[in-house]
């Protein structure tokens, strides 16, 4: 079965240091894969998707992210954070097919120290 | 601007009280879906809708019904709340098809208490 792993719970960072994220995700086929920002109170954004092409994706806000097949990963990083960027980061995989919804992992906070 | 709204933020309920959470869209998707978020426990599928009154169970269906009798409306029932439902619940919605359809709108969530 599909599955999305998200290593760490909570992180920490200093305004103005870079950032990154860990995902792992399990399915046979080629994956769509996407990182979506929910900040405190709010629903969930989309960051960014990647569903083929070039394996290195900008988002809004300044994120990125790298598709590593041969790691079954997508990592999400960010040069410079900034103390708006704290809230939970949601990576999730969507199976390829119609009718299906996307399977997450289960989150990680980010904390942001001045 | 697209749009999925949820219509309430905050609800609370009793114990065995009928609860309805509504979700309406604006974007003329076929697919709505019903995940609650619980901390640690990230986002778990509920029940989803690829179109008018078709209903599909997710992970959790024990204790939801859904109504969609709009292509617009999605509806949660918890048909006797308990306190182990105590959540938050979220709403989506996306457009029918493959690969560059698969993106999923989300609403702001409604946080119940069952108390």
């Known amino acids: 079965a599909q599955s999305v792993t998200q290593p760490d719970i909570h992180i920490t960072v200093s305004e103005g240091a870079s950032l990154e994220l860990r995902c792992n995700y399990s399915?046979?086929?080629?994956?769509?894969l996407f990182w979506y920002v929910q900040s405190p109170g709010q629903g969930l954004q989309l960051l960014l998707k990647?569903?083929?092409?070039?394996?290195l994706v900008q988002g809004i806000k300044g994120f990125e992210a790298e598709f590593k097949r041969s790691q079954s990963s997508f990592n999400l990083r960010k040069p410079s954070v900034h103390w708006s960027d704290a809230a939970e980061y949601f990576c999730a995989v969507a199976p390829n097919q119609a009718g299906t919804a996307l399977i997450f992992g289960k989150g990680t906070t980010l904390s942001v120290s001045s | 601007d697209v749009k999925v709204t949820q219509s309430s933020r905050y609800l609370v309920k009793r114990t065995g009280e009928k609860v309805f959470l509504e979700c309406v869209q604006d974007?003329?998707?076929?697919?709505m879906f019903w995940y609650r978020q619980d901390p640690g426990l990230g986002l778990r599928l509920i029940y989803f809708s690829y179109d008018v009154k078709m209903k599909e169970k997710g992970d959790i269906p024990e204790g939801y019904s859904v109504s969609r009798e709009k292509k617009e409306r999605f509806s949660l029932i918890l048909e006797s709340a308990s306190t182990n439902q105590t959540s938050m619940y979220l709403c989506?919605?996306?457009?029918?098809?493959?690969?560059?359809?698969?993106?999923?709108?989300f609403g702001p969530g409604t946080r119940l208490t069952v108390t």
């Open positions: 989506a919605s996306r457009k029918s098809g493959l690969a560059g359809s698969l993106e999923q709108y």
């Open positions: 399915y046979g086929a080629t994956p769509y």
């Open positions: 974007m003329d998707h076929e697919n």
């Open positions: 990647y569903f083929s092409g070039d394996t």
